[in-house]
């Protein structure tokens, strides 16, 4: 079982890390991570890890990925200076923009890598979840690419504030099942994929959308989208001189953070910092904040941070963001918080919305109320290091949110 | 202190005894699954003692907000009960408090995540005060059971482990070696709820488990009528009646008639 982290341990856990010990065999990041499912699902997740160990580094399946990231996802993504943010904050700001990936977010860069390893498996059909959409969008896209029948589970919820990304799934081919149980957003989404997956471990594949779940998923995830940060770190020594004195990601599960953030671990005076959905504020119930405000316990199959009542029942939680609005977190984030290697914070939903707009005026981008979070802190930060080298992963697209951005900032304004 | 765990008998003895006893009267022991202060709260004690006076064993559920290997009903029933404001710590507190005691022996069903936030070190002591015999923690695989079996078996309180169809040969004989109390053979790929035809390949794969375990095996999800029983006769030392059990119960139906019931078919 999980045992509690000792004081001191911080720096032994990074050294750990850092020498790429973890996961360790039994999917531990430290004492996070793991595995927790039903015994049904262990013989699949068994299958899974023997592919994961035999396929991820394959040299021809490391080219087929290539090739479909370069000439189908549109990799690499390009790093755009922020001049106009750059003036204002008083920094040297840099944008990753995975909002110009295909389907308009990083998450095309975990479900392609999974649909290719699907096939390899010998999968007969994918089941995906989704809180924003844009990991269902980016799995119907993938599965259509590659043959493969993909059933979508979506929160009722996050279906009515993120409707474009629904039609989006239904034109791609997928099919979209909303889940009115529980919470009605991206914990419930994730409760009905597993149980679908239960139901046909042998012939299902389940592509997880973030770097959550049972032990491969959160390394599987995580290798697959650190194409974020090794583009990043090459680029900023081409265009910008040199590493960034910190970087910015938002926080959710904790996908596009860890993509971005695991190639710079290793850089020491490279400041990382992730943030987490603030919500409304600090209560319980307010806000996804769950490194932040959390404390460890189990869901979902592994062992990490969550947002939880004193009878370890999983709080509600709440974001303007649907991305972010899930009350756990990826184990290896649960890690590198308690090696104090990444610093974790949150924006509140205003500040996320205030952050928006100043990006779209500022230099002619929507991004996602996601990608929003980071340019909050990231702008904060900036108050107190003048001429700071910030790198922001702006992780998505903001279309998806119309919806939303239709009741807050343009309500009485159209 | 609870009955059937008083002198040097574990309560996991005290499970596998009462199924064994069961079964050796021509039928499959029947072990009732009811969710915790489900319908009511207030009548948890009371279904609870109509239940065990015609179950042979009673699965008490502790209700978690992510049931992820379960059904409708009992997602329904889990969060009907936490609306209620049920706990872990409450259940423990009801069952210590139990006068009369009842004669079956009492297992309780609980996601990991519960047990963590009141305690591992607290809770088998705990269980052991409150009368559990056996604890089933569905989302905790044998891989990760190590520290929790260790901690109960000190008090003398079992922990179930769960098969499945699709569990390998070699991993079934490490699941059934370690087992405590029963083996809970889940009959189909799914959650629970769903109603099985018990088709013969479930007869065979229930017969795969019986060759090699060396404690009773019971077969659990989907079992809800006596048709059902009857055919696992002579298969398997008992049956779990879970989500069935939770719909009498929600009705205001009986569940002494329900549960005698399922035993009439010969």
């Given amino acids: 079982m999980a045992t509690a982290l000792e004081s001191g341990d911080a720096g032994a856990l990074l050294s750990r890390e850092l020498a790429g010990d973890f996961p360790d065999l039994r999917g531990r990041y430290g004492p996070y991570g793991g595995r927790f499912v039903p015994e049904t699902l262990m013989p699949a997740l068994d299958r899974l890890d023997a592919g994961v160990r035999r396929w991820l580094k394959d040299p021809a399946f490391v080219a087929e990925l290539e090739d479909q990231l370069t000439t189908w996802v549109g990799r690499p993504t390009p790093l ?66 590659l043959g493969l029948p993909c059933t979508v589970y979506m929160g009722a919820i996050d279906i009515e504030r993120q409707a474009p990304n629904v039609g989006r799934m239904k034109l791609l081919g997928a099919t979209v099942v909303p889940v009115t149980a529980g919470d009605q957003t991206l914990r419930a989404a994730i409760d009905e994929a597993l149980r679908d997956w239960v139901s046909d471990p042998n012939g299902t594949y389940y592509m997880i959308g973030s770097v959550v779940g049972p032990h491969p998923y959160p390394y599987l995830v995580r290798e697959l989208q650190a194409v974020i940060g090794r583009e990043s770190r090459a680029q900023m020594a081409r265009q910008a001189g040199g590493l960034p004195h910190a970087v910015f990601a938002c926080v959710g599960g904790g996908s596009n953070s860890i993509g971005m953030f695991h190639p710079f671990i290793g850089d020491r005076d ?24 959390g404390s460890p316990g189990v869901l979902q199959g592994c062992y990490s941070m969550l947002l939880q009542d004193e009878n370890g029942q999983i709080q509600e939680t709440h974001s303007v963001s649907a991305g972010l609005d899930y009350p756990g977190v990826g ?41 929003a979070h980071a340019f909050a802190s990231a702008r904060k930060w900036a108050a107190t290091h003048p001429r700071g080298r910030i790198l922001i992963c702006l992780s998505g697209r903001g279309d998806k949110d119309m919806p939303t951005l239709q009741k807050t900032l343009l309500k009485g304004k159209l | 202190m609870a009955g059937q765990i008083s002198g040097s008998r574990p309560g996991h ?3 596998g005894a009462a199924i064994t006893a069961a079964s050796a009267r021509g039928e499959p022991a029947i072990v009732g699954f009811l969710t915790a202060g489900f319908p009511k709260r207030e009548r948890f004690r009371e279904d609870l003692a109509r239940v065990a006076s015609a179950a042979d064993v009673v699965e008490i559920g502790v209700p978690f907000t992510d049931p992820m290997a379960d059904g409708m009903t009992i997602q329904r029933a889990s969060h009907a009960a936490l609306a209620q404001g049920v706990s872990l710590a409450w259940i423990l507190a009801e069952l210590t408090a139990l006068a009369p005691r009842p004669k079956a022996p009492l297992l309780v069903m609980s996601y990991l995540n519960p047990l963590l936030a009141y305690g591992l070190d607290r809770l088998p002591s705990a269980a052991r005060a409150a009368g559990i015999a056996g604890v ?54 799914g959650t629970t709820g769903k109603s099985v035809a018990v088709p013969d390949d479930v007869l065979e794969y229930l017969a795969r488990v019986k060759a090699v375990a060396p404690i009773p095996v019971c077969a659990g999800f989907g079992i809800r009528a006596p048709e059902q029983v009857a055919r696992l006769k002579g298969h398997v030392d008992g049956v779990v009646v879970g989500s069935a059990l939770v719909e009498v119960l929600e009705r205001g139906d009986d569940p002494v008639a329900f549960l005698n019931g399922l035993r009439t078919t010969r």
């Fill in chain 1, 270 to 293: 490279v400041q990382l910092v992730g943030v987490e959905a603030g919500g409304r504020g600090p209560k319980l119930g307010d806000n996804s904040a769950t490194l932040t405000l």
């Fill in chain 1, 80 to 145: 755009t200076y922020a001049a106009t943010l750059s003036q204002r904050w008083g920094a040297e700001v840099y944008l990753k923009r995975e909002d110009l990936a295909h389907t308009g977010a990083h998450k095309i860069n975990n479900a392609i890598g999974q649909a290719l390893l699907a096939k390899r498996l010998g999968a007969m059909r994918i089941v995906a979840e989704t809180g924003a959409g844009q990991h269902g969008v980016a799995s119907a896209a993938a599965c259509a690419r």
């Fill in chain 1, 331 to 371: 184990p290896e984030h649960a890690l590198l918080m308690a090696a104090h290697r990444v610093r974790y914070e949150y924006a509140t939903d205003d500040e996320a919305l205030e952050s928006l707009a100043e990006c779209c005026a500022a230099e002619g981008i929507i991004t996602a109320i996601e990608s």
């Fill in chain 2, 136 to 189: 089933i923690v569905p989302d905790l695989p044998f891989e990760e059971c190590a520290d929790l079996k260790r901690a109960l078996e000190a008090e003398g309180v079992g922990l179930v482990q769960m098969v499945t169809p699709v569990t390998p040969p070699e991993r079934l004989a490490m699941l059934c070696a370690a087992a405590q109390g029963f083996i809970y053979a889940v009959t189909m790929t």
């Fill in chain 2, 13 to 15: 003895e005290a499970i």
